[in-house]
């Protein structure tokens, strides 16, 4: 089969084309057909060797992936040669609690990922992708859309009514508005483009500041809400942008922090966290069965994921030129 693999820390440069043996599925197992890989800035850090790539190198890359069963191993019969699936961010989370064994099966970091033609995975782990999506649409999924959904309803509890704050217009942020307004809530977002403004008032954004013309989007946030703060926060800054996160979340309100686009460690205000009685949630994407209760709540509304480009394998290099860019609106996808 064909594949890529990252075979050093240059860069770009050491995402290399490779060809490997075909795998063969067993027991409990199923060997799928990769259609359509979509990349992550996970993806584009781990290809770029920014702060140390997952797992060891050579490793193939990108978690997210969809395609069709071509064979099936013995004891499977919940899929067949045809079928089109989706595989979850962590296959062995398909349930429950959070623990480090999941963290350490997470695909294009500790384990090879789908930037690939065939991949074998757990028959427990799929989920048929709805007929109203296409392949290309389900491969955006698994990292950002179940990271949003478990977020906001999982661990958020988001209610009807509710302001929820997202910053940026990456995969999460958009998903996270998607659903946000599809659950009745009030959404603020942030932005450095004008461009982009325009976009995310277009998908349902009740409110849009640029950040870079005024840095002091917390304080916006707080005078949007009538001086309370909002209800919850999408944070994937990190350091940079944590502490004015919680200064635009109300007494009692919820942080879901995602990202770390501006590092990985830095200053943090604790004592207002404390003062307001924040709760502040590490997101690690979700499991099998959120990812389960977000697609049906999609296929009952047909929801469409933002796309912003699609990209051929061969030139799977200029996907994350695209994502290193930072123009990009929506998700990026490879067509395998």
Request: with cysteine.
């Amino acid at each position: 089969m064909n594949a890529y693999q990252i075979t050093g820390t240059t860069g770009i440069d050491s995402l290399r084309a490779v060809t490997l043996p075909d795998p063969t599925p067993g027991p409990g197992e199923v060997l799928v057909r990769i259609r359509a890989t979509c990349l992550n800035y996970r993806d584009y850090m781990n290809v770029m060797g920014i702060r140390g790539v997952t797992g060891p190198v050579p490793r193939i890359p990108c978690s997210d992936g969809a395609g069709e069963v071509t064979a099936v191993g013995e004891g499977v019969s919940q899929f067949k040669p045809g079928d089109r699936v989706v595989c979850p961010f962590m296959p062995s989370w398909l349930d429950g609690e959070f623990s480090q064994t999941h963290a350490s099966q997470a695909l294009g970091g500790a384990v090879d990922g789908l930037l690939r033609e065939l991949a074998v995975i757990r028959a427990e782990s799929l989920l048929p992708i709805p007929d109203y999506l296409s392949t290309e649409a389900a491969a955006t999924l698994p990292c950002a859309a179940v990271t949003a959904w478990d977020a906001l309803h999982c661990r958020g509890g988001l209610k009807a009514g509710e302001t929820v704050l997202i910053l940026g217009t990456g995969g999460v942020s958009v998903f996270a508005l998607q659903f946000a307004k599809l659950a009745g809530a009030r959404v603020l977002a942030t932005t450095s483009c004008d461009i982009k403004a325009k976009h995310l008032l277009q998908l349902g954004a009740d409110a849009v500041h640029n950040y870079k013309t005024d840095p002091d989007w917390d304080q916006w946030a707080v005078t949007q809400t009538g001086g309370l703060g909002v209800d919850k926060v999408v944070e994937i800054g990190g350091p940079e942008t944590l502490n004015r996160s919680v200064k635009a979340t109300r007494f009692g309100g919820h942080i879901a922090l995602i990202g770390v686009l501006t590092g990985t460690s830095g200053d943090v205000q604790t004592v207002q966290i404390l003062r307001k009685g924040i709760r502040l949630d590490g997101i690690y994407v979700g499991s099998r069965e959120m990812f389960a209760q977000m697609l049906a709540e999609m296929e009952r509304v047909k929801l469409q994921p933002v796309i912003d480009s699609v990209f051929e394998f061969h030139d799977a290099p200029s996907a994350f030129q695209r994502i290193a860019s930072g123009k990009h609106f929506g998700k990026i996808v490879i067509r395998v």
